[in-house]
């Protein structure tokens, strides 16, 4: 342990994305295998470039976030009612990361849906939804813009809301499980499995209730099923959609794609490849 002070911030974070990777191949690869929803390969279709933005995704929106979360932090510290803020701190700490998750989830949700409804913030998400092949890695198939955008949609009401404290003596907790929580289930809903779950379907999210999210079966399945990890907020706006015996026969997006990483990261700015 006294070797790791040692070691460079950034290389410790790359090892430790290194350890999670292998621990999610050793957990989704052989349910994938068993449960298969469609019959895919596990070196499938821009596998390595998915690979490339599990690595991407977990270390650069962390980098961008630091300013406009000090930005927020430092607002909703000179603007907050203090006896607000004095009761939601004094709430049980289970209570407050519930209400935090909840908070969350809808500022995800609206974050989300306007990706999809703005055509600017489209052009970042429909990288996303590119994939043609689903499975857990597409999770983090996904533009920094893209990230960083639905991350503050679901972290500023929280902070506005007192429900997460940006300028504490000590690391607040409820955040940073908020997101973990939301990555790790995000691998989940994503997986190429085919597990259905009955009357829980409503309350919690699932790889039958998101693999509708990124279906490309027609029009009128499209822009459903927005909510990260409890799809009755999705009942609650409309946007609800899960067919009890029916799943996705394909996904993507209608227009062009560029193949690679790099091509990606700059189509938003740069316009379509040609088709």
């Known amino acids: 342990m006294e070797a790791l002070r040692h070691i460079p911030q950034f290389a410790l974070d790359v090892f430790r994305l290194c350890v999670w990777l292998l621990l999610l191949l050793a957990i989704f690869v052989p349910l994938e295998r068993l449960c298969a929803l469609h019959p895919q390969k596990v070196f499938r279709k821009a596998f390595f470039t998915d690979l490339a933005y599990y690595f991407l995704s977990s270390l650069l929106p962390k980098l961008l976030l630091i300013l406009p979360m000090t930005l927020i932090a430092f607002a909703v510290h000179r603007v907050r009612p203090g006896a607000m803020y004095s009761w939601v701190a004094g709430m049980p700490p289970l209570m407050r990361f519930a209400a935090a998750m909840i908070v969350g989830e809808v500022g995800f949700y609206w974050g989300h849906r306007w990706m999809h409804e703005v055509p600017l913030l489209w052009r970042f998400h429909e990288i996303h939804h590119s994939a043609e092949e689903v499975d ?109 015996n029916r799943w996705p026969a394909k996904y993507g997006i209608e227009a062009p794609m560029a193949p690679g990483l790099a091509g990606q990261l700059l189509q938003p700015f740069a316009g379509r490849p040609s088709a």
């Open 136 to 244: 857990w890695l597409v999770n983090t198939r996904a533009h920094p813009v893209d990230l960083v955008f639905t991350r503050l949609c679901g972290f500023v009401p929280m902070y506005l809301l007192g429900l997460a404290q940006p300028l504490g003596n000590t690391v607040d907790l409820v955040p940073v499980l908020v997101t973990l929580g939301g990555t790790i289930w995000g691998f989940f809903i994503h997986a190429n499995l085919r597990w259905r779950f009955g009357w829980l379907e409503w309350m919690v999210s699932t790889p039958a209730f998101h693999h509708w999210h990124h279906t490309k079966d027609g029009p009128e399945y499209v822009n459903k099923n927005y909510a990260a990890m409890m799809p009755w907020v999705d009942k609650c706006f409309g946007t609800f959609y899960l067919p009890k």
